[in-house]
């Protein structure tokens, strides 16, 4: 059958659609390098096609999107509509699902049921962006379907703070407590959802807890751990037949509190190389590179003593801005040179991140079309690749 109108013309159409469901949209569309536009039209003709692959979709809070079609078929897919008495926002939105649906994404490493993929997010340099990159991080994850815990594990508790919820109290269940053999209960009882449209019923944050000041202390001296290496790994060990990714936001220490975390994101046995490891947070400056050396031969230390690989996954280049000048973008050439890790993303020093942390929301649910919401789902494709 000839298409009444001809593909390579197009004209501009705008709908209404539910935020999660253009987001949904947006990020399979970069998953599979498609443009957005042919991604609809195929949607749109596979609707046409056979109406009882349709399904009602929630439209509710649905805002305008724009895209652009072959011109006739905005007119041709109206007209449909009308006669299958489905209203025309409802009949683009079905046609999106439709196309994702038809559509997933193969090829990426999901882990194996009860085998959670751990990531850690370290540097002992502070203010290099940990939490803003732990948070986004995770939050892309879940956007592309996971489920995934992130653990606040720096007592500072800023990306707790961020998701807009409280730390524990000292005198409360911890997982400080959980790794000491203090805590009654599980951990899983910590847990609390972030329920943001695009990640509702697959994110979730184990908080910070304000006693985790004196967690590398206590770890130096307890009796209810057989060694301090493998305390964060025996507290999360029922988390991880819950969810697919477990993300460690660490704290700006080469304490013990590091080598446990460290020591969680090791290459277990049978497992595949680069599944779990490290992502280190840098800026484009000395004192970045000076801090990452630091933690470098700590992993070396660790790796010897232990007999265990860990993978450091990649620098994410944070609060990059070369107006600055020479020392920032030479800087940046530096961290490229390193090979290996990679340089894995540079997120811009932008508006966009302050004001989701000041307004206590996820970044990607305040301004998901934002660089930096890109460049944390360019991190995550990076590390399910």
Not at 210 to 229: G, N, P, S
Not at 276 to 283: C, N, T
Not at 370 to 380: F, G, K, P
């Amino acid at each position: 059958m000839t298409a009444p109108y001809d593909p390579e013309e197009r004209e501009k159409v705008v709908a209404k659609l539910p935020a999660s469901l253009r987001q949904e949209l947006k990020v399979r569309a970069a998953q599979l390098g498609m443009d957005i536009k042919d991604a609809v039209t195929e949607g749109i003709h596979a609707w046409r096609q056979d109406p009882s692959a349709a399904a009602p979709v929630d439209t509710s809070g649905a805002t305008s999107f724009s895209t652009y079609l072959p011109t006739g078929l905005y007119a041709a897919f109206k007209e449909d509509c009308k006669a299958r008495d489905v209203a025309y926002n409802q009949g683009v939105a079905q046609s999106i699902r439709l196309w994702i649906d038809a559509h997933p994404v193969t090829g990426r490493r999901r882990p194996e049921v009860g085998t959670a993929r751990r990531l850690i997010v370290c540097n002992q340099k502070g203010g290099v962006g940990k939490s803003a990159i732990s948070n986004g991080l995770s939050q892309a994850l879940a956007e592309e379907g996971a489920r995934v815990c992130i653990v606040d594990f720096d007592p500072q508790g800023h990306l707790t703070r961020h998701l807009g919820q409280e730390l524990l109290g000292i005198k409360s269940p911890s997982l400080a407590k959980h790794m000491l053999g203090e805590a009654d209960g599980r951990v899983r009882d910590l847990l609390v959802p972030i329920e943001c449209g695009a990640f509702a019923g697959r994110l979730f944050l184990l908080p910070a807890c304000k006693d985790a000041f004196l967690l590398d202390a206590k770890l130096a001296t307890t009796r209810h751990v057989r060694t301090k290496e493998t305390a964060l790994e025996k507290a999360l060990e029922e988390l991880e037949k819950e969810f697919d990714y477990i993300v460690v936001d660490c704290p700006p220490s080469l304490g013990y509190t590091m080598d446990t975390a460290l020591y969680y994101a090791r290459t277990r046995e049978g497992e595949a190389p680069k599944s779990s490891g490290a992502i280190i947070p840098v800026q484009s400056e000395d004192t970045s590179a000076d801090a990452y050396d630091m933690l470098s031969e700590q992993i070396e230390d660790l790796v010897d003593d232990l007999d265990i690989e860990i993978a450091q996954l990649g620098f994410v280049v944070n609060l990059y801005d070369s107006r600055k000048g020479f020392v920032v973008t030479s800087s940046l050439d530096s961290w490229k040179s390193f090979g290996d890790p990679p340089v894995i993303a540079i997120i811009g020093d932008l508006k966009e991140q302050r004001e989701a942390v000041r307004l206590k929301q996820p970044l990607l649910h305040y301004a998901p079309d934002c660089e930096q919401a890109e460049a944390m789902r360019e991190i995550a494709r990076s590390v399910t690749a």
